[in-house]
């Protein structure tokens, strides 16, 4: 994993790792050699919560195209959501 | 050359000793059976862990007759599966260039003091590791052959510089006091075929005793059986430069 790109934000929610559901406090998206998926570089996204240790984490790599769609797929949902007057936002 | 009337025999375990700053570190050791003396090589595992791949890597060299040893570069960090631990370190930037040279050293370190040893150590690494390799060859001064497979970010931009990695490689290609293997794949993009010219150059301007070998059809990481970007002939035939090289330098 040679490029060492990686980009990081907090988040809240809910991931499910292979004990069960956990709650999130971190997504760290690195484009870099994945574990699994079969390309030399993708991204690879890692749902964490660090304070549970290294094992809590819902991982996901995809190819560099699939990450755009995604990432579009993810803002036009927002976008709709956010329109919708009947919609509202639950704040814990 | 091994035949098949000999005694074969392999001790592997997890041992611990100390690294950088005096820590305690795990470390897998696989050496022959016997009394020796036997050359050793130090391994410096890629960014994905230390993962089972260099636990084989390790056994093999053991195998051909040397006291191998694969210190856990990310033991400081965190323990869990290779891939959970390394994911953790890459989101983290990876480990600093500082603590792997001092862990690397204290392998080499105990690999020689051992009684078996026959007083010569070399280290071999791929990805990061291979970086790790070619820098320890630059910056420290105990190994007597370094097999650089692969490394990226051997040439560093300025933009590229943390404070884990500070200093671009290259920038001590003057500092390499050991001969070098190099083994790289043309399709690779990290370190590209640009990169590597430019290092090979670096290397034979500083007047550097290497041999470099590229392989056509090869991408990154064409060893790693366990992964698609494995390539058969080219994995064959640097296993068998490798080995070569590491017997002439090491014996």
Not at chain 2, 30 to 50: D, S
Not at chain 2, 123 to 142: E, I, K, P, Q, Y
Request: charged share 20%; proline share 6%; net charge negative.
């Amino acid at each position: 994993m040679c490029t060492m790109i990686c980009e990081r934000t907090e988040v809240e929610g809910s991931g499910k790792g292979r004990d069960g559901w956990f709650p999130l406090e971190m997504v760290n998206v690195s484009y870099d050699h994945p574990f699994n998926a079969p390309w030399e570089y993708g991204v690879n996204i890692d749902f964490v919560n660090q304070s549970r240790g290294v094992g809590s984490r819902v991982a996901v790599e995809l190819s560099p195209q699939s990450a755009k769609r995604l990432a579009e797929t993810i803002i036009e949902a927002l976008k709709r959501g956010e329109a919708d007057p009947q919609i509202q936002v639950s704040v814990l | 050359m091994y035949t098949t009337e000999q005694f074969e025999g392999i001790i592997a375990e997890t041992i611990t000793i100390n690294g950088t700053n005096g820590d305690a570190i795990h470390t897998y050791f696989a050496r022959p059976m016997g009394a020796g003396p036997f050359p050793a090589v130090v391994l410096a595992h890629h960014l994905p862990g230390w993962d089972e791949l260099y636990r084989e890597f390790t056994r093999k060299l053991a195998h051909h007759g040397y006291l191998a040893i694969s210190p856990d570069l990310y033991c400081r960090e965190a323990h869990g599966t290779p891939e959970d631990v390394a994911a953790a370190v890459r989101a983290e930037g990876g480990v600093s260039d500082d603590q792997v040279m001092g862990d690397l050293e204290a392998a080499a370190k105990y690999v020689l003091s051992l009684p078996n040893s026959n007083g010569k150590v070399g280290t071999f690494g791929t990805c990061s590791g291979g970086r790790h390799v070619f820098l320890a060859g630059c910056r420290l001064d105990c190994f007597d052959a370094i097999v650089e497979c692969w490394g990226g970010n051997v040439i560093m931009s300025d933009e590229q510089l943390t404070d884990k990695q500070p200093v671009s490689p290259n920038s001590y290609t003057q500092d390499l006091n050991a001969p070098l293997l190099g083994l790289f794949g043309d399709l690779d993009q990290s370190p590209t075929p640009d990169q590597v010219n430019q290092h090979e150059k670096e290397l034979k301007a500083a007047g550097k005793d290497i041999e470099f070998h590229r392989y056509p059809e090869a991408g990154h990481g064409f060893f790693y059986f366990d992964r698609p970007i494995y390539h058969q002939s080219s994995a064959v035939d640097g296993w068998d430069k490798m080995l070569t090289f590491l017997g002439k330098n090491l014996s």
